[in-house]
């Protein structure tokens, strides 16, 4: 169903109960812990089927109830112009102060975010789709050719740089999708490294990067090609639990994102590394970097998901505690400014070395 | 000159000083606050004249010295094979064990950064001309060719991403600009805001986003537009002391970074917003977020700035204390999802309204 469609059926119902008299209300379904759990079928973190009525005549949930019809009226208005807005910008759509009263609709961003993730459990749609976008931030190159805003785009072809990342990438179309596999790491200095070295050419692949965390629009991006071009998605990222637990975000979806993991997860995606196996392959203790307390509790945690309980993962964080340190990407370059393009990837790719 | 002409020179020089039994020795400018100065006339933070001797033969120096020589011979590999690394990476290239020792050349990225800028200030090319890159960050609109790395790319036609800008901008050539000025700002956020609004197309103009600070990459691009096709700079950032200090850097230089005013610095850039006046006159009291203690004491640092001492930019910060919370640009869309692009840039630019 059509965004559009939706929201005005809400609308209809709400105005519909106050006509007959009753007290309007909405099912919101529950967005904490206690209804959010591993599906290992799936393989993805998933929202559970509790949910709440909200009513518009119960003092404890008037505001939220008013917030939630605010934010609907004003992403129709986005649909309407065909307009996105930032969530920021998206909480000062909000910020209005009620007639009559001294009183705002929303007072922090906080209680505009939340407006806008009820509306994405109410309505079944993401953000992106009703025109409220999270983060830009990322490049990708590689032999794709894409429609977007009545441009066509050449990944294959903008220099150094790179294609730019939107923060909403729900509306483009792929043309024409030459790869086998799509790299993804998180950082741009290592997505550099791999673009100079022309490995999306050699080893015919997309490459993608994100600075940190991936945004939402990286993480539809990668979704996408994995769905509609079937292209399995490779992670390369440092060999630290912090690394790997954007592995495990992207793969698995996060538990405050549960609801939308659905559209966000790719539960086939591998680790490419770096691995502890392959600080030892490629004599990389040399560059270990001492670990932190924090740095040792996140592999405890990381340990403990459900979704990491395999062998092969017990061993691995096993194998990372006892390390002592982490080992950079970057940390590569010692073995030659292009070890990583020229030797470990292929060799990683020939053989299948990935985690999964 | 040429950089591996330089480079050649220096150890050539190094070379023949052994030879004829001398102390071999390279003048290093010194990089301390007291050799840092504004510069009223060039409206530039500059490194000062003063210089020292680095030996070799001297147990103080000699770490330094071997850092500084082995980062060139570095440089030069990097010049030879025309491959880039990031700051990360040369630390990681510099990062060997002298042979029959336990000593490594480098510990820590702080050494092997330092010997970068040394070798800028000792050779007088910056650390992107010998190859070495900082962070890759930001996205480009407008009607701008250019040609990079053999590609031809329009800014016009990438979509609702944008070109990605690399972290070097050096060797990229502009084939056609047609625009009459560049609007940069610190938020992805408002560049995708004017990008849908298509700013671009409507005011003449490019724009270019970082993420917070401009990266060295996106500088120079500011910088190569302004000289190159005499195109003024506006910045557009939030109004509170972080978002003046953005400018402050990308129009005078910083003080870490003073070496390099005179390929960094923008003298005649302009701030076209947001200012404590336009808060009043768009009536956007009612968005201020509270100062904390820290961004007052920034206000007053701002304030003590020499290059801040005009009368009205004294009288902007004072205003700003004033007001004692900030606005962020953001705040525009509560006027409308597109004031910011409809209404107040075209008048900015119309009435001139900008502070230099």
Known sequence: MEVRKKLKQLGKKLVEQAKKGENPNMDVPIRALSNVKYDPKKRMILLGNKSSKRYLF??????????????AANVKKLLDTGK??????????????????????????????????????????????????????????????????????DWS?????????????????????????VLYMEKAAIWERLHEDKVWDKLKCVIIASQGQATRGIRRLLRRLNEEYKLPIYVLVDNDPWGYYIYSVLKYGSISLAHISDKLAIPNAKLIGLTCDDVEKYQLKKYLIKFKKTDENRIKQLKNYEWFQSKEWQRELKKMKEQKGKVELDALVAKGITFISDEYLPEKIKKKDFLD
């Not at 001294?102 to 953000?127: H, K, P």
């Open 58 to 71: 119960n003092v404890a949930h008037i505001k939220k109830f008013l917030q939630t019809t605010e934010i």
């Open 84 to 153: 996105h807005v930032s969530l920021r910008q998206a909480f000062y759509m909000m910020r209005r102060t009620i007639p009559g009263t001294q009183i705002d609709v929303v007072e922090e961003q906080e209680e505009s975010n939340a407006a806008v993730e009820d509306l994405e459990l109410i309505t079944g749609f993401s953000r992106e789709q009703m025109h409220i976008n999270a983060n830009k931030n990322g490049a990708a190159a590689g032999k794709v050719i894409i429609k977007d805003k009545g441009d066509v785009i």
């Open 157 to 181: 072809k903008l220099g150094s740089g790179g294609w730019s990342i939107p923060s909403n990438t729900e509306e483009l179309q792929f043309k024409k999708v030459d790869a086998k596999f």
